[in-house]
């Protein structure tokens, strides 16, 4: 594929991915009358993979900072793959479960709201950085690879803090939400 190419596909990719969670807050798509146990645990799951996939993003930003490219890379694949997971457990939950809202009159709403807000923002701004990004990792790799290092890097200094934020802010929204859940968690 040629760059123009991954780059109409990434686009494609996240407006597919924008519209969905879009059409999912709305409840557009209808629901099962029987939701499986399992739905009420992927918001606990999606916390754990944004947390761990915060502590591998730290982990590659140490590894690359030694030179340990091997490494960088393969972290960057756990957490790649872990970011994908995490998409089809938000995607399933958000269509199978009931919307949690944080409670009027709590104290912590506006912060709440504040994070979240900025959170949901920059997830839908981040996708196409880091699938661009880690496709110019990927293709660094190859003969002529030397100007996909240049992209990668001037890109991943926007992705990466981007992409950090978003992972943490998703545990701490969890946090701060997670109490106000209708079902056991």
């Known amino acids: 594929m040629n760059d123009k190419s991954v780059f109409r596909l990434v686009?494609?990719?996240?407006?597919?991915?924008?519209?969905a969670v879009v059409i999912l807050n709305k409840k557009i798509l209808p629901v099962p009358d029987s939701i499986p146990y399992f739905?009420?645990?992927?918001?606990?799951?999606?916390?754990?993979?944004?947390?761990?996939c915060s502590?591998?993003?730290?982990?590659?930003l140490?590894?690359?900072?030694?030179?340990?490219?091997?490494?960088?890379r393969k972290v960057n694949i756990i957490a790649f793959c872990l970011s994908a997971v995490f998409l089809v457990s938000y995607i399933t939950y958000h269509w199978l479960a009931q919307e949690t809202?944080?409670?009027?009159?709590?104290?912590?709403?506006?912060?709440y709201l504040v994070i979240l807000v900025s959170h949901i923002i920059l997830a839908a701004v981040v996708l196409p950085l880091i699938l661009l990004s880690f496709w110019y990792?990927?293709?660094?790799?190859?003969?002529?690879?030397?100007?996909?290092?240049?992209?990668?890097?001037?890109?991943?200094?926007?992705?990466f803090p981007i992409w950090l934020y978003v992972t943490v802010t998703?545990?701490?929204?969890?946090?701060?939400?997670?109490?106000?859940?209708v079902f056991q968690n």
């Open 137 to 159: 990792g990927l293709k660094s790799q190859e003969p002529d690879g030397e100007a996909y290092i240049q992209r990668h890097r001037k890109l991943t200094r926007w992705s």
């Open 170 to 181: 998703g545990v701490v929204v969890y946090l701060m939400i997670s109490p106000f859940y």
């Open 11 to 19: 686009m494609v990719v996240s407006a597919v991915v924008f519209i």
């Open 62 to 72: 140490y590894f690359i900072k030694e030179r340990n490219i091997a490494m960088h």
């Open 55 to 60: 502590l591998l993003l730290l982990l590659s």
């Open 101 to 111: 809202t944080y409670p009027v009159g709590n104290p912590l709403r506006t912060p």
């Open 39 to 52: 739905v009420y645990r992927l918001p606990k799951l999606n916390a754990m993979i944004n947390g761990t």
